[in-house]
T-cell receptor, first 113, second 111 residues
Framework: GAVVSQHPSRVICKSGTSVKIECRSL??????MFWYRQFPKKSLMLMAT?????????EQGVEKDKFLINHASLTLSTLTVTSAHPEDSSFYIC?????????FGSGTRLTVV | GEDVEQSLFLSVREGDSSVINCTYT??????LYWYKQEPGAGLQLLTY?????DMKQDQRLTVLLNKKDKHLSLRIADTQTGDSAIYFC???????????FGQGTTLQVKP
């Protein structure tokens, strides 16, 4: 079945640094990738939609300059959290549409110290 | 309303049936989903149902869909301690193709 590989699974970084999260579609081409953020004990909030070869579209309230999304190829989408702060600590997860639904990456636990 | 809504918590005894309810918003949504999330892990697709179906059964899981009321439910028969997790329902918004989640229902299974 369709698999989305997400890396890293966990990352700890210092305030002010940037962190890149990668999602790769392993056995299919993902023209679209959705990026979600999940706060502790909360639901998944859609942050943005990346489309291969074009600019990402961001949900209301999501800072474009803080959360940089790139979808340079049909198999790779990246989310870069720039100038990270402790409030950016969260669980980030990507998802790509497949035949009947959506396949999710395994998620990235980001902790900013 | 604009949100997909679920009750936040359900506690059952091992061996009982669990029923998790969800109210969605988009009457044109073609697919509706149930996902399971264990602590510290990603999302696992449990099951899905097409909008033209009323019921779908898959082993211990039964999904019921009431399109008139935009109500979706997940029944887990013979609930086990390994079923303890957060369960999310989700709908595809027909106008955007975006997958929108409910708040999640935490299922606690007591031995």
């Amino acid at each position: 079945g369709a698999v989305v590989s997400q890396h890293p699974s966990r990352v700890i970084c210092k305030s002010g640094t940037s962190v890149k999260i990668e999602c790769r579609s392993l056995d299919f081409q993902a023209t679209t990738m959705f990026w979600y953020r999940q706060f502790p004990k909360k639901s998944l909030m859609l942050m943005a939609t990346s489309n291969e070869g074009s600019k990402a579209t961001y949900e209301q309230g999501v800072e474009k300059d803080k959360f940089l999304i790139n979808h340079a190829s049909l198999t790779l989408s990246t989310l870069t959290v720039t100038s990270a702060h402790p409030e950016d600590s969260s669980f980030y997860i990507c998802s790509a549409p497949t035949g009947y639904g959506y396949t999710f990456g395994s998620g990235t636990r980001l902790t900013v110290v | 309303g604009e949100d997909v809504e679920q009750s936040l918590f359900l506690s059952v005894r091992e061996g009982d049936s669990s029923v998790i309810n969800c109210t969605y918003t988009d009457s044109s949504s073609t697919y509706l989903y149930w996902y399971k999330q264990e602590p510290g892990a990603g999302l696992q697709l449990l099951t899905y149902i097409f909008s033209n179906m009323d019921m779908k059964q898959d082993q211990r899981l039964t999904v019921l869909l009431n399109k008139k009321d935009k109500h979706l439910s997940l029944r887990i028969a013979d609930t086990q301690t390994g079923d303890s997790a957060i369960y999310f329902c989700a709908e595809i918004r027909s106008n955007t193709g975006k997958l929108i989640f409910g708040q999640g229902t935490t299922l606690q299974v007591k031995p």
